[in-house]
């Protein structure tokens, strides 16, 4: 581009090719609301969930029907490992969380009413994390906030896999079987699923 005595901008050399005159302030506004379109359509593609919100729902099938992983973790705390023998023909609920998840932290009293209406009756409570030992003070923390009872196996990165855990919180329960009967995408509450298998 070249500058002429008038002040207007010309695109190579080519004289027929000259910008008209601008008025002094129209041209400015027009280029304003412009960038500002195209800034708020950028920030709705753009636009990144809430900070902690690790809930949002990815589309994936259910494993209504499928038979439930073996539970691979690093390790426990929050009470001991359970053992083959102690899960044989019992009804288990699984929960997926993690320490920095603020929908878990929100959701944790509720399992935990679920948990002291249900485990009385044999049902066994197990909560899984992906975060590995180098994150485990924080999970202690988590859990020990949270007031959660029941056992928790951390760096189970395999078995959430198994478990399509696209998203937490999420819940599963394995019948006496070993078969998943409740999920994500299952018709009825935790709790009617729950009453059938105990009767």
């Given amino acids: 581009m ?3 005595r008038t002040g207007n901008r010309s ?5 027929g090719s000259e910008l008209p ?3 002094s302030g129209g041209g400015f506004f027009v280029v ?6 195209a800034g708020y359509f950028l920030a709705s593609l753009l636009q990144m969930p809430p900070e902690n919100d690790a809930h949002v729902p990815a589309p994936g099938p259910g494993l209504i029907g499928m038979k439930a992983p073996a539970i691979q ?3 426990w705390f929050n009470g001991a490992a359970p053992t083959d023998e102690q ?5 288990i609920v699984l929960d997926a969380w993690a320490y920095w998840c603020g929908p878990c932290r929100q959701k944790a009293p509720a399992l935990i009413k679920l948990y002291e209406k249900y485990n009385p009756k044999g ?3 197990l909560g899984l994390t992906s975060e590995d030992r180098r994150m485990l003070k924080q999970s202690e923390e988590f859990i020990a906030a949270t007031k959660i009872p029941w056992p928790q196996g951390y760096g189970v990165d395999t078995t959430l896999a198994r478990l399509n855990a696209d998203y937490i919180p999420q819940v599963w329960v394995i019948d006496q079987t070993g078969m998943i009967v409740w999920d994500r995408t299952a018709p009825e509450d935790v ?4 009453d059938r298998l105990l009767k």
């Fill in 73 to 75: 973790a690093q390790g």
């Fill in 2 to 4: 070249s500058d002429d």
């Fill in 11 to 15: 695109i190579g050399n080519n004289p």
């Fill in 32 to 37: 304003l609301i412009l960038v500002a379109s």
């Fill in 87 to 91: 899960l044989r023909g019992k009804v």
């Fill in 21 to 23: 005159p601008q008025s």
């Fill in 123 to 125: 049902v066994v409570f």
């Fill in 191 to 194: 709790d009617k699923t729950l």
